[in-house]
């Protein structure tokens, strides 16, 4: 894409406004670090636009509170407070979501998942929110936890304009099939190779 141009202009009958407009979803997969990264980056640019921005983490313990949260949620303060940026929600499985108010770890994980899956369906189907983060949302679909068939079919036939994106290493065929836009990381170098664990500032 040279410059930003797309390398091939369908015959669809959109303008180019019309396909410029077009809710993406999206998936950052593979085995390096930065797939959430990225996803948290996309929601910063969200929030400018004045976008309702929803978080929703399905591995991550309760007890991890990573900066981009503290950031996120900050902005949503902001936004509450003045109007600027846009509104931000952060809901975390380990925490037993938000939603549910159940204090302390779950420890039916796939009935948790499968609950905030069903969450996240009735607010596609409200069109609750503009950007949909599904954070490590791959684990849960390749443990069996929710069923691919059931995610694609929802997102693929969401409403309004709704953009989301998922991360976590190996989606499945069928996720990647459906999505607009795919990213793999790939790990060339790690510190965890030569036994460096992770630090404050760059993985929290």
Not at 32 to 42: E, P, Q, R, V, W
Not at 54 to 76: C, D, N
Not at 91 to 110: N, P
């Amino acid at each position: 894409m040279p410059k930003g141009q797309p390398t091939s202009v369908p015959d669809d009958g959109l303008t180019t406004r019309q396909r410029r407009q077009r809710p993406l979803l999206m998936v950052h997969t593979g085995p390096g670090k930065g797939k959430s990264t990225a996803a948290f980056g996309l929601a910063l640019r969200a929030w400018n636009q004045g976008w309702r921005v929803g978080v929703f983490q399905f591995v991550k313990s309760a007890k991890w509170r990573i900066g981009e949260q503290t950031v996120l949620e900050r902005l949503g303060q902001l936004h509450d407070e003045t109007g600027e940026g846009g509104p931000v929600e952060w809901h975390k499985m380990g925490s037993g979501w938000s939603w549910s108010r159940k204090q302390g770890d779950e420890t039916d994980h796939a009935a948790a998942a499968a609950e905030g899956w069903a969450e996240v369906k009735r607010r596609i189907a409200a069109e609750a929110h503009d950007l949909y983060v599904l954070d490590e949302f791959t684990y849960p679909l390749t443990w069996g936890w929710i069923d691919v068939d059931d995610v694609v079919a929802a997102l693929t036939a969401r409403p309004g304009r709704q953009h989301v994106v998922v991360t976590g290493r190996n989606a499945d065929p069928r996720l990647i099939e459906a999505a607009d836009l795919v990213t793999e990381m790939g790990k060339v170098k790690h510190p965890m190779d030569v036994g460096q664990k992770g630090q404050r500032g760059i993985e929290w």
